[in-house]
C-alpha cells in the first residue's frame, strides 16, 4: 500500500478488536473515526462525558451499521477523578487493540478545572495522559496495541513547550494554550512510544491530525455565550472553507489502521495539509526535542499522580 494513495477500504478486517473513542459526539471527528472501526468489524466503546449524547451517538452509528458493536465509557477528560472512574468502567472491556484519543476543546475562555487545571490543558493533555496510562495493561494484554492521539497543526503556533506549573496562575492567551496543548499531544507521543520500545511492551503511539474539518469544535471554543444566530454563522462559515468531518477522521483512521511504525504523524495530503487523503507529514523541531517530552512526561506524572510505564 503507497501511504499517498491510503483510502478507507484499506482498514481491512477489524473482527475481534476492542477499540476506544474518547469524543465521540455525533457528527464529530470522533464519531466518524468510531463509525468506521465499527463498519469494518471492531466492537468499539465511545468514551465521552454525557451518557445522552453518548447513546445518541450509539444509535447514530447502528442506524448505519446495524450489526455494529458498542459499549459506551461515561468520562470527562478534564476532571482525573472522572477520568479514574472511566478508566475502572473499560477495565470490563477486557484487552484494548486500540485508543484514540479524540477528545478534546479549542480555545475557550479561561477556565480551572476542580483538579485546579486550566481546563483546554485538562481536557486535551492531561487527561488523555491519565486514561492512556490507566488502560496501559489492557494495551498490553492485546499482544498488538496502539494509542493514536489527535494533534493539529495548531502546535506550529507553540512557541515553548507547556513546562511550567500547570496550577499557576499566569497570562492566559486561548489561542496560545491551545497550540501548547497540541504540541503537548505530540511531544506525549514521541515520549510514550519511546518509553513502550524501552519497556518492550507490544504497545505503539501515533498522531495524527485532521486538517481543517467542518466540526463543531471552533463554535464551541469561540462562540460560547454568544447569541445561537452568531454560531450558526460562523458553523456554516467554517464548513464553507473545510473539508467534511468525515474526510477530517481519515488520518486518524490510517493512523490507527495501517501498517506503520510508532512515532508516526498522519495528516492530510493536500495543500497545506488542509484536506485531502492522508499520508505521512512532519512536525516541528520543538515537537521532536527529546528533552522538552521527557520533562512534559515527568510533569503530566507529578500533575495527575500516576507513573507509568
Known sequence: MSESAWTIDDIGDLTGRTAVVTGPTQGGLGFHTALELARHGARVALAGRT?????AAAEAITARVPEARLDTVVVDLSDLGSVR?????????GPVHLLVNNAGIMAPPLRRTSDGLESQMATNHFGP?????LLLDQLV????????????QAHRMARSAPLGDPRAGRRYSRWM????????NLLFTHELDRRLRRAGLPVSALAAHPGLAGTHLVVNGQMRGIEAR???ILDAAVKAVSQSAEAGAWPALMAATADLPGGTYVGPGGPGQAGG????????????DEMAQRRLWELSEETVGLTWP
Do not use: H, M, W
Not at 451518557?51 to 447513546?55: C, G, H, I, N
Not at 494554550?177 to 503537548?184: F, I
Open 51 to 55: 451518557p445522552a449524547k453518548l447513546d
Open 85 to 93: 472512574e472511566g478508566a475502572s468502567a473499560a477495565a470490563g472491556l
Open 129 to 133: 495522559f491519565l486514561f492512556t496510562g
Open 141 to 152: 494484554a492485546s499482544g498488538a496495541g496502539r494509542v493514536v492521539t489527535l494533534s493539529s
Open 177 to 184: 494554550v491551545y497550540g501548547q496543548t497540541k504540541l503537548a
Open 230 to 232: 452568531g454560531a450558526a
Open 277 to 288: 487523503r492522508p499520508r505521512i507529514v512532519g512536525s516541528t523541531p520543538l515537537a521532536r
